[in-house]
């Protein structure tokens, strides 16, 4: 069922597990979350990069998509579909579309227009009844066009927007978007507590959850940490099943070339990958918690 992110989230941070936010590229993508998420008993957010929106034709598109696959497969679980790096303009269009949930990425503003967009934006949708995120301190890599190194996000900054009333926070922790480098220091768990200091309850935001060390995942659900988002390990499972289906021919016998049957396994892969998430998050069996 579709509802906004706000009580899967608060629920999320005081029983110290985290809900994933798996993003879509299509019906393929959409099925397999929604049907592991439904499997696993556990709530799940769907994410939709403005890029990924327009690749489906249009956030109205996907929207529509969404909520009658949620009715057509019976999903019993709470369901959020949310804006992901939104920009000004994608917010009032999710609006608009009939998003249960947003993203206002205006980490790249000064914080005094960070702090005037996200207000507007959240008596928006408050007033819609759906839930906001907001992001403060750059995420590490490349999101629609919004490059960012992997800054640490001022918690004084971070107490500034939370104090607006959105219902969850992004903060830079040294996360980054993509695959880690080899040379990447890690998460500053010094930062992200002294973030959660200043936010109390807020639910904080995981962004680049993709390739991040299990231990150092528990950690950060441990320091206040209540949404994290996945992406490229869906897309790398996804493109790894489908190669090896191709190379070992089976697109070449019998109908093996249609592509119900092209892109079942990459289908699987991300039902196997999103599985893998949720019992690291500890969401499994929390739908109705």
């Known amino acids: 069922m579709l509802v906004s992110a706000k009580e899967m989230l608060d629920k999320a941070k005081a029983g110290h597990y985290a809900v994933g936010q798996f993003n879509i590229n299509n019906l393929e993508w959409t099925k397999s979350i929604l049907l592991t998420a439904e499997e696993l008993q556990s709530p799940v957010i769907l994410g939709v990069s403005e890029g990924a929106g ?12 969404v ?23 994608g917010c009032y269009k999710c609006v608009k579309a009939g998003f249960t949930s947003i993203m206002f990425d205006g980490s790249h503003y000064p914080i005094e227009e960070n702090v005037a967009k996200t207000t507007e934006l959240v008596k928006v949708a408050h007033a819609m009844g759906m839930s ?8 590490g890599g490349e999101e629609d066009g919004v490059v960012g190194a992997g800054e640490c996000a001022d918690p004084n900054e971070c107490k500034a927007v939370a104090d607006l009333g ?10 980054i978007h993509g695959k880690y480098p080899a040379n990447w220091q890690g998460l500053s768990f010094d930062t992200l507590d002294a973030i959660q200091q200043q936010t109390g309850t807020m639910p904080l935001v995981l962004h680049g959850g993709t390739g991040i060390p299990a231990d150092m995942i528990k950690k950060a659900i441990s ?3 209540a949404k994290i988002n996945v992406n490229t390990e869906c897309q790398l499972a996804f493109q790894e099943a489908t190669r090896k289906y191709i190379e070992e021919g089976k697109d070449l016998e019998g109908k093996g070339f249609d592509p119900r049957k092209l892109l079942a396994p990459g289908a699987q892969a991300i039902r196997d990958m999103v599985k893998e998430k949720m019992e690291l998050f500890g969401s499994v069996g929390k739908a109705n918690a």
């Open 223 to 225: 320091l206040g940490v």
């Open 166 to 175: 959105v219902d969850m926070l992004a903060a830079g922790i040294g996360n």
């Open 54 to 65: 327009k690749y489906m034709t249009g956030f109205e598109t996907v929207a529509a998509m």
């Open 67 to 89: 909520k009658a696959m949620d009715k057509e497969l019976g999903i019993t679980v709470p369901v959020a579909l949310h804006l992901d790096h939104g920009t000004y303009e």
């Open 132 to 139: 906001i995120e907001a992001e403060v301190g750059s995420i």
